[in-house]
């Protein structure tokens, strides 16, 4: 089966590689994500396991789509009852990538699509539903590839985030982070900026190999509603994904910040993702800090001007923390892409990676150490 993989272009490499590791086929990069082949078994694992993953399509069908109505005959061929149940409401969303996509029109290519489901299932196709099962139209150079949404919500909805922090990351962009700087769960961590947690907690996940996406409640993936669902090879692999966590991290995970209140959030976050026993909180200001560990990978999302006011001085004060008392730990520092960067006073990083946090131009600088 194909599917598509979606993620921000800065991270499909690290996505692609998480594919690899969990054996998916034929991966190739897409626009805005990767393309991959799998069996079912494994598809089922993708949906578990992947950290950095927004969402997750199977590729149903390739149809011409030069005009609407040639892509309404196309599309009248397709096998839907072996993809889509009558008994659950289905959306049409329509992509239209190029030129002669959008001369033909969003309406036009959710209808074709629309009416030929319906007729062939009997599912009520209604866009207003709750959660309906999501089809996907991408039209470009006179093919229309439909997907079909396998993931149901967004995969960074991992269910355990609270409101209370202004500018907290996309859990996805966390994992990537942590992927990016080279973390893999056995060098003890610290994020000392934590705010909400979403960094530290994704970490513990890491070192617990737990997987991200364990806790969705029964049909909250979109495939749990569609045709051809395999509930014993479901319930196999995520019994397989339980037995896999370990009993504890493999090394500790510290999380702390300047503000008591946010060090708080933090902790009933990581309560609500089941890892908050697994995890060291404290409550410091980062130019106080004393490192718990001889080694490890420091890691911190500083304090962006615009959603959070950046103490003047701070850039130069984290570098005195990583000459000073953790001057034998990596560190992965996550900044805007115009920051004071000889603020810092540090060496120049090893690696520098390009990424978005929302509409904010962002930086991963990672500094390696002796
Ligand atoms: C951009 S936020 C981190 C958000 C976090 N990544 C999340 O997903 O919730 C930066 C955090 O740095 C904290 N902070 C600012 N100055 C600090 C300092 N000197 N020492 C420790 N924490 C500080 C702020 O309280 C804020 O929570």
């Given at each position: 089966m194909r599917f598509i993989a979606t993620c921000p272009d800065e991270t499909k490499d690290v996505l692609a590689g998480e594919l690899s590791r969990l054996s998916a086929r034929e991966l190739r990069p897409v626009y805005r994500g990767v393309g991959f082949e799998a069996d079912l078994e494994v598809a089922y694992r993708a949906h578990l396991w992947l950290?950095?993953?927004?969402r997750i399509q199977r590729i149903v069908a390739e149809l011409p789509a030069e005009t609407a109505a040639a892509l309404a005959q196309a599309a009248?061929?397709?096998?839907w009852t072996d993809f889509v149940l009558a008994r659950h409401a289905f959306a049409v969303s329509a992509i239209l990538a190029d030129k002669d996509a959008r001369a033909i029109g969003e309406a036009p290519v959710q209808e074709a699509i629309a009416s030929a489901v319906a007729k062939a299932t009997g599912a009520p196709y209604r866009?207003?539903?709750?959660?309906p099962v999501g089809v996907v139209a991408h039209v470009k150079a006179g093919i229309c590839t439909v997907g079909l949404d396998?993931?149901?919500?967004?995969?960074?909805?991992?269910?355990?985030r609270l409101p209370g922090h202004p500018a907290v990351l996309k859990e996805t962009l966390a994992a990537s982070l942590l992927l990016l700087a080279g973390y893999d769960g056995s060098e003890p961590l610290i994020d000392?900026?934590?705010?909400?947690g979403t960094i530290a907690i994704e970490a513990a996940y890491i070192a617990m190999n737990?997987?991200?996406?364990?806790?969705r409640g029964k049909d909250d993936f979109g495939f749990e509603r569609q045709?051809?669902?395999?509930r014993a090879l479901w319930r196999r692999v995520s019994d397989q994904a339980r037995a896999a966590?370990?009993?504890?991290?493999r090394a500790p995970v510290f999380a702390g910040d300047i503000r008591a209140d946010f060090v708080e959030l933090a902790r009933k976050t990581a309560l609500r993702a089941r890892v908050e026993k697994h995890m060291s909180f404290f409550v410091s200001p980062l130019q106080q800090l004393v490192a718990p560990a001889p080694r490890g990978l420091l890691i911190a999302n500083l304090p962006y001007g615009e959603r959070i006011s950046a103490q003047p001085g701070l850039y130069a004060d984290v570098g005195r923390a990583l000459r000073g008392p953790f001057a034998t730990w990596r560190a992965a520092l996550l900044v805007?892409?115009?920051?004071?960067?000889?603020?810092?006073?540090?060496?120049?990083?090893?690696q520098s990676f390009a990424l978005m946090n929302g509409a904010l131009e962002v930086r991963l600088l990672v500094f390696e150490r002796r």
């Open positions: 950290r950095t993953a927004s009248a061929s397709i096998p866009p207003e539903a709750e959660e396998t993931a149901g919500r967004a995969l960074h909805k991992r269910g355990w000392p900026m934590c705010g909400s737990k997987a991200p996406l364990i806790h045709a051809g669902f395999d966590k370990l009993p504890a991290p805007p892409a115009g920051a004071p960067l000889a603020a810092f006073d540090l060496p120049r990083p090893s």
